[in-house]
């Protein structure tokens, strides 16, 4: 048996990525930049591995078997093992490997409960994962985005851009690396995950009907998108964060208007993800100037940036007004350690907000991180000796 254990990183689009031209190929409609994110805190960690004695493809997400048997999956599948071939025939080595099955084992180090985007990570790792154990070398991207058109974004560190491409065969819709995670060190982030039980609609099928629907992305895609991409990348050069910032939020704002240009409507933001919108301008307007913006995707989650030196002060800020529910003090920060200020009178005084106890569950706060690993301890493996999980949870 051969196997590999990688993890790779969440990302979080600030020019949002809605809307295929090509469904079967993961196409957009418009390019999309984001901002992958620390994996000590926001991870997806995947085995894989192969045997002459493995008799079927299988997989286990979050310690239960699923299906193979997915367009998404077999896609991947077919391309991985395309490219292994082409470069064992260039090389005149044997292939039997290439043609045995493989087991395939993946599990998140957060809670999929909370709500985060976690096919990105988990289709970025996968991909990664089976480039490693099949030696296929070189760009990857395109192969990531036939599983989650983000999760192309997820096989680079830093700040990425997805151009969309123009050729149909979609050679050309792949993932570039805008500046390395050490470029803007004291770039933080906070992950504000709210209370929520609704299911929401996913971002496939949302979509779908924004572009059967919707005018207004029509006129995003060709009129705003591509200058803002350029906007948002030479602010990221420049590290000028109050431009970031302003582009960042009205980018969230304008997907989420397209959300409810879609007929019928959706709309992901609930009462306290507008809440934490007031109290982000609010802050704003308080500093003289942008020093945390927000952004939302398809759910509720607020994903805040902001520099190091406001993380203590939002932070309180955040405590005071969205405290945690009677029971749920502790862990309420969870991530890289900080020591929260206590408010101060003329920041609350400032803010037109009343204390919602209990309206968000956690938060976390990560940083810029960078692009998948490889894992060398093969204690790390997700899969025992006979190719099973060692974790396997019970339905
Ligand atoms: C709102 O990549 O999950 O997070 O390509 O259908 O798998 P599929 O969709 P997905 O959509 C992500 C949408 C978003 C914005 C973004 O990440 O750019």
Same mark, same amino acid.
């Given at each position: 048996?051969?196997?590999?254990?990688?993890?790779?990183?969440v990302?979080?689009?600030?020019?949002?990525?809605?809307?295929?031209?090509?469904?079967?190929?993961?196409?957009?409609?418009n390019?999309s930049?984001?901002?992958?994110?620390?994996?000590?805190?926001?991870? &997806?960690?995947?085995? *894989?591995a192969?045997s002459?004695?493995?008799?079927?493809?299988?997989?286990?997400?979050?310690? +239960?078997?699923?299906?193979?048997?997915?367009e998404?999956?077999?896609?991947?599948?077919?391309?991985? #093992?395309r490219?292994?071939?082409?470069?064992?025939?260039?090389? #005149?080595?044997?292939?039997?490997?290439?043609?045995w +099955?493989?087991?395939?084992?993946?599990?998140?180090?957060?809670?999929t409960?909370?709500?985060?985007?976690?096919?990105?990570?988990g289709?970025?790792?996968?991909?990664?994962?089976?480039a490693?154990?099949?030696? *296929?070398?070189?760009?990857?991207s395109?192969?990531?985005?036939q599983?989650?058109?983000?999760?192309?974004?997820?096989?680079?560190?830093?700040?990425?851009e997805?151009?969309?491409?123009?050729?149909e065969?979609g050679?050309?819709?792949?993932?570039?690396q805008v500046?390395?995670?050490?470029?803007?060190?004291?770039m933080k @982030?906070?992950i504000?995950?709210?209370?929520?039980?609704?299911k929401?609609?996913?971002?496939t099928?949302?979509?779908?009907?924004? *572009?059967?629907?919707?005018?207004?992305? %029509?006129?995003? &895609?060709?009129?705003?998108?591509?200058?803002?991409?350029?906007?948002?990348?030479?602010?990221?050069?420049?590290?000028?964060?109050?431009?970031?910032?302003?582009?960042?939020?009205? =980018?969230?704002?304008?997907?989420?208007?397209?959300?409810?240009?879609?007929y019928?409507?959706?709309?992901?933001?609930?009462?306290?993800?507008?809440?934490i919108?007031?109290?982000?301008?609010?802050?704003?307007?308080?500093?003289?100037?942008?020093r945390?913006?927000?952004t939302?995707?398809? $759910?509720?989650n607020?994903?805040?940036?902001?520099l190091?030196?406001?993380?203590?002060?939002?932070?309180?800020?955040?405590?005071?007004?969205?405290?945690?529910a009677?029971? =749920?003090?502790?862990n309420? @920060?969870?991530?890289?350690?900080?020591?929260?200020?206590?408010?101060?009178?003329?920041? @609350?005084?400032?803010?037109?907000?009343?204390p919602?106890?209990?309206?968000? #569950?956690?938060?976390?706060?990560?940083?810029?991180g960078?692009?998948? %690993?490889?894992?060398?301890?093969?204690?790390?493996?997700?899969? $025992?000796?006979?190719?099973?999980?060692?974790?396997?949870? #019970?339905?």
């Open positions: 048996m051969k196997s590999v254990t990688c993890t790779a990183p990302n979080i689009a600030v020019i949002k990525y809605w809307g295929k031209r090509d469904e079967k190929l993961i196409l957009p409609v390019s930049l984001s901002v992958t994110l620390g994996q000590d805190e926001l991870r &997806a960690k995947t085995t *894989v192969t002459k004695e493995f008799t079927k493809d299988r997989i286990w997400l979050n310690g +239960k078997e699923e299906t193979v048997a997915t998404r999956l077999q896609n991947i599948f077919r391309e991985i #093992k490219r292994a071939r082409r470069r064992k025939a260039d090389s #005149k080595a044997e292939d039997a490997v290439v043609s +099955k493989v087991h395939i084992c993946s599990e998140n180090n957060f809670p409960a909370a709500g985060l985007a976690s096919s990105a990570a289709y970025a790792c996968l991909v990664y994962s089976l490693k154990l099949f030696g *296929v070398e070189g760009e990857i395109d192969i990531a985005r599983g989650s058109g983000s999760a192309c974004r997820s096989v680079y560190g830093g700040f990425v997805w151009e969309k491409g123009v050729k065969d050679t050309d819709s792949l993932a570039k500046a390395p995670e050490t470029h803007w060190p004291e @982030v906070l504000l995950v709210v209370s929520d039980h609704k929401h609609t996913s971002s099928a949302g979509m779908q009907t924004t *572009v059967k629907t919707s005018q207004l992305l %029509q006129y995003r &895609a060709e009129h705003i998108v591509p200058q803002r991409s350029q906007e948002i990348t030479q602010a990221i050069l420049d590290k000028n964060f109050p431009k970031f910032a302003e582009i960042t939020m009205k =980018d969230s704002n304008q997907f989420h208007a397209v959300c409810l240009d879609t019928p409507p959706i709309s992901y933001m609930r009462d306290v993800s507008q809440q919108v007031r109290l982000v301008h609010a802050y704003n307007k308080l500093c003289g100037q942008a945390v913006c927000y939302f995707d398809a $759910g509720p607020a994903c805040l940036f902001l190091e030196e406001d993380v203590p002060r939002v932070v309180s800020l955040v405590s005071h007004f969205f405290p945690p009677v029971g =749920d003090e502790s309420f @920060v969870r991530g890289i350690p900080l020591i929260p200020d206590t408010p101060s009178q003329v920041d @609350v005084e400032g803010i037109p907000l009343e919602q106890p209990g309206a968000i #569950k956690y938060v976390i706060h990560t940083k810029v960078g692009s998948p %690993q490889a894992l060398t301890n093969p204690k790390e493996s997700l899969l $025992g000796e006979d190719g099973l999980p060692l974790h396997i949870v #019970k339905s």
